[in-house]
C-alpha cells in the first residue's frame, strides 16, 4: 500500500531524511523508532503529501503523492504529531468538517461521525469547544479525524504521546485491530509500543534507516540476547564467576547483583551457541541453590541505544 | 463540481468560525459605529443638505478599510500555521487552491455581510430626499470589490508569518500604500517634483482612483478589472508563499 524509494528532504544545507527507502502493505502495522530529530516526523510528512520531498517517491496504493496527489490523499488518514484540531470548532462540527471533506455527505456522514465518536470514547465531550479539551480528548479527537473515511492506510505521527496510561493501552489495542485490514505506519519513542503493537519495526536515526525486522529480530540484535540469567543463594560471588568461567560455551561472566547471600549472574555466551548455554549453566551449577535461572531474550531499548548513540555518548556510557 | 463542493465546505467552516469567536461581533459593530460617525459627524451629512451617500459615507470606506480588512484576513493563514492545523488542511484530498480560494471566499462573504448591515443609510437619505438609488447601488459595489482587494493582500501577509500581528501591520502599511498612490497631495507631490506621466502611473495602481468611478455610478470594466485582478494576483502568491515555505 505505502512504496517509500530513496526518500530524501534537505532543509537549507541539512539533510532532515537521507535516502529512506521502505514499504508497508495491508495488514501490517510499522512502528517508526528513532530519536527526537532523527527525521521520523519528516518523513510522515512527506508520505501524506504535506512536504514536497527533495528526492525520492512516495506511493499510496499506487499513487504518487506528489502527481496524483488527491487520489493517494483519500486512501491516507493522517494524525499530525501533536494533534493539531481547529480550536474554534466543537468536536461535533470538527468531525463533521473532517468528514465533509473526506466527501461524505448526508447519512454516510452521520455514521461516519456516530462510528469514530464511539470508536474514540468522545460521547461525552461531543459539544465541547476543542479549545477547552484536556490533551488526551484534544488528541482523540484528532485521532478520530484520521479514521473517519475509514481509510487503507494509516499515517499516525506518536499516536499515544500526552495520553494516561489506560488511554495509551487504548490506543495500541486500536491500532493491533485496525492493522489486521488496513496499512498502518506510527512513530513513537515508547519502545513497549513496539511490542503491543507493532508487526515490524524501524529504527531511523539522522535520517537513514539503521534497523528493519520484526521486534523479535530487532531484540536478537541485543548484547544481551541468548545470554543467561541465574541467582544462586549461600554461594560466594567469586566461586559462582569463577566456575562458570570454566564452561566451554562462556564467554565471559558478570556479576549483577550480590547482596544478603544472593548472588546474580549473567553469562554470556561464545558465538554459535543456539541456546545451549542454559543447560549448560544449569549442570555446572547443580550443586547450589538455585533461586533462578533463566535465558535473555533481549531487549530493545538496548538495541535502540547501541544503534542510535553517537559514538562519543556510547563510550562514555561504557 | 466536486471542485465548488470543497471550497465550499472551507467556506462554511470559516464563516463558522467567525461567528464562534467574537471577531465578527466585534468587527461588525465598529464597523457600523466608525461609519455612522464619520457620516453624520465628521462629514456632516445632515448639515450638507445633499441627497447622496457618495462623499458623506462611502469616502470613508478606503480609510475604514485600511484597518479593518487586515483584522479580518490576519488570522486566515497565520492561525493555521501557529496551530498546526495546515498540516491538517493541506494533507485532506482538496488543491491548495480550493482551500484559498474557500478562505478567501468566507472572509469576502463576510465583509459583504458588514456592508449590507449599514441598509439603515440607505433608508436614512432615501427617507430625507430623493438620491440616485443606482449610484448608491454601484458605490457599494466598488466597496466590496475594494474590500476583496485589501483582503487577498491581507491573505499573503497571513501566509507569510505565523504571527497574526506581524501579519496585520504590514497589510496595513501595503494597504496605505495603495490608497496614498491616488490620495490627490502625493500625487501633486510627484507631478511636481517628478512627472506628470509617473503621476499617471502611480495612480493606475491607487485604490482611490479605481473606487472613484464606483462613486459616479459609473461601473467601468477597467476599475472592476483592476480589483479582480489584485485579488488574482494576490491570491496566486498566496499560494506560491504556501508552496514554498514547505518546500524548505
Request: aromatic share 10%; with cysteine.
Amino acid at each position: 500500500m505505502i512504496k517509500v524509494q530513496n526518500l530524501a528532504k534537505a532543509f537549507g544545507t541539512k539533510r532532515a531524511v537521507d535516502g529512506v527507502s521502505f514499504s508497508v502493505e495491508r495488514g501490517e502495522v510499522l512502528g517508526f523508532l528513532g530519536p527526537n530529530g532523527a527525521g521520523k516526523s519528516t518523513t510522515m510528512r512527506m508520505i501524506t503529501g504535506f512536504l514536497p520531498p527533495t528526492a525520492g517517491t512516495v506511493t499510496v496504493g499506487g499513487f504518487d503523492i506528489v502527481q496524483h496527489a488527491i487520489q493517494a490523499k483519500r486512501l491516507i488518514g493522517y494524525l499530525p504529531e501533536n494533534a493539531p484540531a481547529y480550536t474554534d470548532m466543537t468536536v461535533f462540527g470538527f468531525l463533521n468538517f473532517a468528514a465533509e471533506i473526506r466527501g461524505l455527505r448526508g447519512d454516510a456522514r452521520k455514521q461516519a461521525v456516530a462510528r469514530v465518536v464511539e470508536m474514540c470514547f468522545l460521547g461525552t465531550v461531543l459539544h465541547q469547544s476543542v479549545e477547552t479539551l484536556s490533551k488526551g480528548y484534544r488528541h482523540r479527537t484528532c485521532f478520530a479525524q484520521s479514521i473517519i473515511h475509514d481509510p487503507d492506510v494509516l499515517v499516525l505521527d506518536e499516536p499515544t504521546d500526552g495520553l494516561d496510561p489506560n488511554q495509551k493501552h487504548e490506543v495500541r489495542q486500536l491500532i493491533r485491530r485496525m492493522g489486521e485490514k488496513k496499512a498502518i505506519i506510527f512513530s513513537t519513542h515508547i519502545l513497549e509500543e513496539v511490542d503491543a503493537a507493532c508487526t515490524r519495526a524501524i529504527i531511523i536515526d539522522r535520517g537513514k534507516i539503521v534497523a528493519n525486522g520484526t521486534p523479535q529480530e530487532l531484540r536478537q540484535k541485543s548484547e544481551e540476547a541468548g545470554a543467561v540469567m541465574l541467582r544462586v543463594k549461600g554461594v560466594p560471588s567469586s566461586a559462582v564467576t569463577a566456575k562458570l568461567s570454566q564452561v566451554p560455551l562462556v564467554k565471559r561472566v558478570i556479576i549483577l547483583d550480590d547482596k544478603n547471600g544472593h548472588v546474580t549472574v549473567r553469562a554470556f555466551p561464545k558465538s554459535g551457541t543456539n541456546g545451549a548455554l542454559a543447560q549448560a549453566i544449569g549442570e555446572a551449577a547443580h550443586e547450589w541453590q538455585i533461586e533462578q535461572l533463566r535465558s535473555e531474550e533481549g531487549r530493545l531499548d538496548d538495541v535502540f541505544r547501541s544503534i542510535t548513540m553517537p559514538d562519543t555518548a556510547k563510550e562514555v556510557a561504557q | 463540481m466536486n471542485a465548488w463542493r470543497n471550497v465550499w465546505t472551507i467556506t462554511k467552516r470559516e464563516l463558522g468560525a467567525y461567528f464562534t469567536s467574537p471577531i465578527a461581533y466585534v468587527f461588525i459593530v465598529i464597523f457600523l459605529l466608525l461609519c455612522g460617525l464619520f457620516t453624520f459627524f465628521v462629514a456632516r451629512f445632515l448639515e450638507a443638505g445633499e441627497a447622496s451617500l457618495v462623499r458623506a459615507f462611502f469616502d470613508w470606506h478606503p480609510w475604514f478599510y485600511m484597518f479593518l480588512v487586515p483584522a479580518v484576513g490576519m488570522r486566515l493563514w497565520a492561525e493555521e500555521r501557529r496551530v498546526g492545523t495546515i498540516e491538517l488542511l493541506l494533507t485532506m484530498p482538496i488543491t491548495v487552491w480550493q482551500a484559498i480560494v474557500g478562505k478567501f471566499l468566507a472572509s469576502w462573504l463576510f465583509l459583504g455581510l458588514a456592508l449590507v448591515l449599514t441598509f439603515p443609510m440607505v433608508i436614512t437619505v432615501n427617507y430625507l430626499g430623493h438620491p440616485d438609488n443606482g449610484v448608491i447601488l454601484t458605490a457599494y459595489i466598488g466597496s466590496w470589490l475594494m474590500a476583496g482587494a485589501y483582503l487577498a493582500i491581507s491573505c499573503i501577509t497571513s501566509a507569510l508569518t505565523r504571527s497574526q500581528v506581524v501579519s496585520f501591520i504590514i497589510s496595513v502599511v501595503v494597504c496605505l500604500v495603495l490608497i496614498l498612490a491616488g490620495y490627490p497631495p502625493i500625487i501633486n507631490f510627484v507631478e511636481e517634483f517628478f512627472s506628470a506621466r509617473l503621476a499617471d502611473f502611480v495612480t493606475a495602481f491607487s485604490v482611490m482612483t479605481h473606487f472613484e468611478g464606483f462613486q459616479k455610478g459609473v461601473l467601468d470594466s477597467r476599475d472592476i478589472l483592476f480589483f479582480l485582478s489584485v485579488i488574482g494576483f494576490s491570491l496566486f502568491t498566496t499560494s506560491v508563499i504556501l508552496r514554498t515555505h514547505r518546500a524548505g
